[in-house]
Each structure stands twice: as structure tokens, then as C-alpha cells.
């Protein structure tokens, strides 16, 4: 299976940015799909994650209340909706998709497939 993330980019603090992750080669509704994160010199993080249906998702503490995650099993495609961005929240943001995980974990090894992740710059 191959994931495609897309819609990184700059934005200022406090500004929103959407992100997209394009499912491909397998069945999408299989999947627990995540989104974590990464930034410089940091260890990779869990920020949302959905289950197979979409109607249970988990959060961490820093997204909680800021961050949506959604998905669209037609379409293939996990979202990451991020609002009230501070500097922080600048990393590559990557989804992971696994077959096999009852529900959501924030462990990344735990995830079987990974995309190659998308740049989001929050300036002050």
C-alpha cells in the first residue's frame, strides 16, 4: 500500500492548514490511519488518529481542541484539518496506515505503512 501526503506549507501563527493523505493499493476501510510528526532533532510524535469506520479518533494533548482528523473511505483519503497553529507545531507531518491494530495507538512502530511526509512551517 502507498500513502501520499500532501498540503504542507507556510503559515503564520495562529493561521490553518489542511493536509491530505492519498491512500493507494489496498482497501483503504482496512486501515487504522494516523498522522504524526516530526521535528528537527525531535523524535517522531503521534498527533490524530481514526479508525476504520471514522467514527472514533484519538488525539494528543497538544491537537486536542486545535486538529481534526477525517477521512473519506470512497475517496480513499485521510485528513488533517489544524487550526490556531503555533510555531511549535512546525515538523514534517507524515500518515501511517495499519491493517492490523484493533484501534488507533500513538506508538509509531505499531504502524505498518508509512508516507514520505510534508513540510509544515508555522512563522512568527
Known amino acids: 500500500v502507498q500513502l501520499q501526503a500532501s498540503g504542507g506549507g507556510l503559515v503564520q501563527v495562529g493561521g490553518s492548514l489542511g493536509l491530505s493523505c492519498k491512500v493507494s493499493g489496498g482497501t483503504f476501510s482496512n486501515y487504522v490511519m494516523a498522522w504524526f510528526r516530526q521535528a528537527p532533532g525531535k523524535e517522531r510524535e503521534f498527533v490524530a488518529g481514526?479508525?476504520?469506520?471514522?467514527?472514533?479518533?484519538d488525539y494528543a494533548d497538544s491537537a486536542k481542541g486545535r486538529f481534526t482528523v477525517s477521512r473519506d473511505n470512497n475517496k480513499s483519503t485521510v485528513y488533517l484539518q489544524m487550526h490556531s497553529l503555533w510555531a511549535e507545531d512546525t515538523a514534517v507531518y507524515y500518515c501511517a496506515a495499519d491493517r492490523f491494530l484493533r484501534n488507533t495507538r500513538a506508538f509509531s512502530s505499531e504502524y505498518g505503512h508509512w508516507g514520505k511526509g510534508t513540510q509544515v512551517t508555522v512563522s512568527s
Open positions: 481514526i479508525s476504520r469506520g471514522g467514527g472514533s479518533t
